[in-house]
């Protein structure tokens, strides 16, 4: 029955270094990447770190394009960073700071196809201090992202139906079969 041991101990290990934390975001949710759509209220309430995707589900005539603050806030087309028109759009956060989506055809942004994420590191730095050295609160603190508008690409596009291969709920389940088939041997 040791045999049994070492295969729970490797589970829990893979458990531990899988990506389970990262995220796929559906755009709109069930609405999708669409005209009319208030995309501030749906990014409300979510917390978008590094490694999390977001998945663009839109019909043929739209784009997701990624672009710089300015042409986000001008609804400016035609300068994207990073353009895809497939209809089924996954982009990987790979970059802390804001990212800018517009739909790059005529009009659309300017009709609600236009989306902000602000990507947090997920690092924790240490509290303020005082002027004595001493820490001012008593938890660590989360860095925030730090909007950035740059001309490089910030994220990186794959056209793939998404889905979470490794889930949190995934990782839960088998850690505790781990931990009973461990208690059985």
Same mark, same amino acid.
């Given at each position: 029955?040791? #045999?049994?041991?070492?295969?729970?101990?490797?589970?829990?290990?893979?458990?531990?270094?899988?990506?389970?934390?990262?995220?796929?975001? *559906?755009?709109?949710?069930?609405?999708?990447?669409?005209?009319?759509?208030?995309?501030?209220?749906?990014?409300?309430?979510?917390?978008?770190?590094?490694?999390?995707?977001?998945?663009?589900?839109?019909?043929?005539?739209? *784009?997701?394009?990624?672009?710089?603050?300015?042409?986000?806030?001008?609804?400016?087309?035609?300068?994207?960073?990073?353009?895809?028109?497939?209809?089924?759009?996954?982009?990987?956060?790979?970059?802390? #700071? +804001?990212?800018?989506?517009? $739909?790059?055809?005529?009009?659309? $942004?300017?009709?609600?196809?236009?989306?902000?994420? *602000?990507?947090?590191?997920?690092?924790?730095?240490?509290?303020?201090?005082?002027?004595?050295? +001493?820490?001012?609160?008593?938890?660590?603190?989360?860095?925030?992202?730090?909007?950035?508008?740059?001309?490089?690409?910030?994220? +990186?596009?794959?056209?793939?139906?998404?889905?979470?291969?490794?889930?949190?709920?995934?990782?839960?389940?088998?850690?505790?079969?781990?931990?009973?088939?461990?208690?059985?041997?």
């Amino acid at each position: 029955m040791a #045999g049994v041991g070492v295969v729970c101990v490797v589970f829990l290990v893979l458990c531990a270094v899988m990506p389970s934390l990262a995220t796929d975001y *559906t755009v709109g949710d069930s609405a999708g990447w669409t005209m009319g759509a208030d995309y501030s209220t749906w990014t409300s309430g979510k917390t978008f770190v590094l490694g999390d995707t977001l998945v663009f589900n839109y019909g043929g005539g739209h *784009t997701v394009d990624e672009v710089s603050a300015s042409d986000y806030s001008t609804c400016t087309v035609g300068n994207a960073i990073t353009s895809d028109s497939t209809g089924a759009t996954t982009i990987s956060l790979k970059k802390a #700071g +804001t990212h800018y989506f517009i $739909c790059g055809v005529i009009g659309h $942004c300017g009709s609600g196809m236009k989306l902000a994420v *602000t990507v947090e590191s997920g690092k924790t730095t240490a509290p303020p201090t005082s002027s004595s050295g +001493t820490p001012s609160s008593g938890a660590a603190t989360t860095s925030p992202a730090t909007p950035t508008a740059t001309t490089t690409p910030s994220s +990186t596009v794959t056209h793939s139906s998404a889905g979470n291969a490794f889930s949190p709920f995934v990782a839960v389940v088998i850690t505790w079969l781990a931990l009973f088939l461990l208690v059985l041997s």
